[in-house]
């Protein structure tokens, strides 16, 4: 009931006392609606009670719910800070590889060159050797033509020590690890024989 109603009962009450009714017959009736009254009233409290203890569990529910999203949020939180900190490692462990991958190639490429270099030294020194060979080769064909055709008449012959062992002296003597070159020289009329020491074996690199 509305205070709209109970304010119309007790208006209809007053016109009924006004009436002429018995003040005990209208006393009557007014006490037992407003025992009524109360009654309702006591129903709606205790409705009001029990929907405002609902409220009550609904709002620590919602408060508990509220909790454990924080708490779920902190934890995502963290994990997502923590995946941040493994992707942070796994990207400057990266460009470590890539720094280590560029100095491996920046050294494979200087081995490289190197070897090149190396290669083409030892291919340079062996092609004025094979040259000087050649001339050697071709001078003592011209020297042996010139012995085969008998225009060469040998009247002075001469050795020359160039080597460290030029201590030794007389007409003849010998010596080890030394190389000797051959020379015909005033029109083949005097040969002269050079020793000088052996140049040092080298060993091929590359």
Not at 65 to 72: I, M, Q, S
Not at 80 to 86: G, I, Q, S
Not at 99 to 104: F, N, Q, S, V
Not at 130 to 143: C, F, G, N, P, S
Request: charged content about 35%.
């Amino acid at each position: 009931m509305t205070e709209q109603d109970r304010g119309k009962d007790a208006a209809d009450y007053i016109r009924k006392a006004e009436s002429g009714m018995p003040h005990d017959t209208v006393a009557l009736a007014i006490i037992k609606r407003l025992s009524a009254w109360v009654q309702e009233l006591e129903r709606d409290l205790a409705a009001a009670n029990v929907r405002e203890a609902d409220a009550r569990r609904d709002h620590h529910r919602c408060l508990e719910r509220v909790a454990a999203w924080r708490a779920d949020n902190e934890i995502h939180v963290e994990a997502w800070r923590k995946a941040e900190a493994l992707v942070q490692g796994w990207e400057s462990s990266r460009q470590q590889i890539d720094e280590r991958l560029k100095g491996c190639e920046i050294h494979d490429a200087v081995c490289r060159e190197h070897d090149e270099i190396q290669r083409f030294a030892w291919w340079h020194r062996v092609a004025d050797t094979i040259t000087r060979y050649r001339a050697r080769v071709q001078a003592l064909e011209r020297e042996l033509a010139a012995l085969k055709a008998g225009d060469a008449k040998v009247t002075r012959f001469e050795v020359i020590d160039h080597s460290g062992h030029n201590t030794r002296v007389g007409r003849a003597f010998t010596a080890y690890g030394v190389q000797i070159v051959r020379s015909y020289q005033d029109g083949g009329r005097t040969l002269k024989v050079f020793v000088d020491d052996a140049p040092p074996a080298q060993e091929p690199q590359g």
